[in-house]
């Protein structure tokens, strides 16, 4: 239930996308007071914004000043300049007391740390946390219309479906004014007191969930093209039928997501890389993959909650396999 007294901490949120707007909603529910900066953001991102009774702060300056804590969460291609606004607004000297950054970007190890050198660098108050969200955005258990999670979900509250979320590093939020209580709302679970642990379990755990996804995609549709998806479907269903109905339910979700799957899946190389001693052209080709779904003329203009084509595994296929020939015709 939604806390009756005023919340003790103000929780700066970068960016509002369609997990950010889950996650405010989620602590606004809670009790927590919830701020952004929208400037230069599109009017789909104020609007959410005002859905989520986010206050919508004027500048950087304004959100370091006012919040404790600030979750970034946007695209892994975005992930270092969010930091680095950060820094920059903290540089002014704006506050004394230490704000907590909580990194919960698809970054490698390496861009993890990364980020925690910069702002050691930059001399500002941040206590660093290393963070990943796994699952899909947090939801009301009552909403209806909402699309199936392609992740199981066991998360054991009552009103919300929450995603997990593992953070490592030095600091917690243990020493805050009700950091604890937002830490348990927020579903925090600590798993190492070392930078880069959090962010490397997300590069190991994608690498195997989008990986598989990228996989599904490019082999559907090449089947399309060869007008054996029926006959994929089936042997599929007789012999892997946990891997068909894994491929059903993530596959359709992927196109909107596809842009961000991108930079994510050069992460993966990298850490696969720099940590594992693996080469990068496994991920490097994922990475392809997802390029050439958010660059097609039709799937990459799908959007969360205003789908029309790639509804279907078998959609996505024909939908990708027309734009690969579209491509090919073009450059042939």
């Not at 953070?167 to 348990?184: E, K, M, N, W, Y």
């Not at 925090?188 to 007191?193: F, K």
């Not at 490097?284 to 595994?313: M, N």
Request: net charge neutral; with cysteine; aromatic share 4%.
């Amino acid at each position: 239930m939604a806390s009756s007294k005023a919340a003790k901490l103000k929780v700066g949120i970068l960016s509002l996308g369609d997990m950010g707007a889950g996650i405010a909603r989620l602590l606004v529910a809670r009790g927590f007071a919830v701020a952004t900066n929208c400037q230069g953001r599109s009017e789909d991102t104020v609007e959410r914004a005002r859905k989520a009774n986010v206050e919508t702060l004027p500048s950087d300056l304004e959100l370091v000043r006012q919040c404790s804590v600030i979750l970034s969460v946007v695209p892994p291609r975005d992930a270092e300049a969010t930091a680095q606004r950060v820094a920059d607004a903290l540089s002014g000297g704006s506050r004394s007391d230490p704000i907590y950054f909580v990194d919960l970007n698809a970054v490698s190890p390496s861009t993890c740390k990364g980020m925690a050198a910069m702002f050691e660098r930059a001399r500002v108050p941040v206590r660093f946390v290393d963070g990943y969200i796994l699952g899909a955005p947090p939801r009301l258990r009552t909403t209806t219309g909402t699309p199936p999670d392609s992740l199981r979900n066991n998360d054991a509250d009552p009103e919300w479906r929450r995603p997990n979320i593992p953070i490592s590093g030095p600091h917690t939020l243990s020493a805050l004014p009700d950091g604890d209580g937002l830490a348990s709302v927020l579903n925090l679970r600590t798993i190492s007191p070392d930078i880069g642990a959090a962010s490397g379990l997300k590069m190991c755990f994608a690498a195997i969930a989008k990986g598989f996804t990228a996989l599904v995609t490019q082999s559907f549709t090449t089947a399309h093209r060869l007008g054996v998806t029926h006959e994929l479907k089936r042997e599929l269903s007789d012999i892997l039928p946990p891997h068909l109905a894994t491929a059903e339910r993530s596959v359709p979700d992927m196109p909107p997501k596809a842009y961000r799957w991108v930079c994510e899946m050069e992460e993966i190389a990298d850490a696969m890389s720099e940590d594992g001693g693996w080469g990068r052209e496994l991920f490097q080709g994922a990475a392809g993959v997802y390029k050439a779904i958010a660059d097609d003329e039709v799937l990459g203009k799908e959007k969360v909650g205003k789908r029309q084509r790639g509804t279907s595994l078998e959609d996505v296929a024909a939908a990708m396999a027309e734009g690969l020939e579209r491509k090919r015709k073009k450059t042939g």
